[in-house]
């Protein structure tokens, strides 16, 4: 498998996934600072011009979420996805969903806003709107993990990678978690070897 990306950015979630797989890749860089995202080469495989990537044989997928789950399904012995077609298995795509549609928003307002935007695009009052809005989904999270070590039952998913990985990102951009039990289940969860490896990309 190829994936391309760069691994301080949602890649990460790939990598991580591909790390707790067992699974062999190849890591591509796509510089985003470069440029590299949007010259024809990688636009070839992403139309999009974003990152993650993945090619395996004569499949391209984009999205970072379905990547995860691609990775998870081709390697089931890793088990980073409950048994298919139960409760567990539903509700953990509930949450793949959410950290994408929900949780992972405000903090990419506020990348938009800080850097990512041309500069005359930038709104220094969405940061202040942003913030306000990663209120809502941290609380829920903070709720749901209260006396869990995982998102899903007793086992470690992709559900994890989503989420944990945006956790980190707000931590990165100094974004209160907004309660203990989030700051000490982020710290679970990159204390894992397979987190600790992505770091050497
Ligand atoms: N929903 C996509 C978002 C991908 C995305 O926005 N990636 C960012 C890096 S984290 C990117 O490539 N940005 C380049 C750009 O927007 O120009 C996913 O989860 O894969």
């Known amino acids: 498998m190829e994936l391309y990306g760069i691994a301080s950015s949602r890649a990460r979630r790939a990598l991580w996934t ?12 796509v510089d985003l600072s470069a440029g590299d995202h949007r010259k024809p080469a990688f636009l070839a495989i992403n139309p999009n011009g974003k990152v993650p990537a993945l090619v395996d044989g004569d499949l391209t997928l984009f999205e970072s979420g379905a990547i995860c789950n691609y990775i998870a399904q081709k390697f089931p012995e890793a088990k980073l996805l409950p048994q298919p077609d139960t409760k567990e298995a539903a509700l953990c795509q509930q949450w793949i969903f959410w950290v994408v549609a929900e949780l992972e928003q405000p903090l990419w307002t506020m990348g938009k806003h800080r850097f990512a935007l041309p500069t005359k695009q ?18 829920v999270l903070a709720d749901h993990l209260d006396g869990r070590e995982y998102m899903i039952g007793e086992l470690f998913t992709v559900a994890d ?18 309660s203990d039990v989030t700051e000490t289940y982020l710290d679970r969860m990159t204390a894992r070897s397979g987190f600790k490896k992505t770091l050497e990309y």
């Open 18 to 29: 591909l790390v707790e797989a067992g699974a062999e890749f190849s890591f591509h860089k």
């Open 122 to 139: 930038r709104l220094p009052q969405m940061l202040e709107v942003a913030a306000f809005e990663w209120q809502g989904p941290a609380t």
């Open 161 to 178: 990678i989503m989420v944990a990985h945006t956790l980190n990102w707000a931590r990165g951009f100094e974004v209160p978690l907004g």
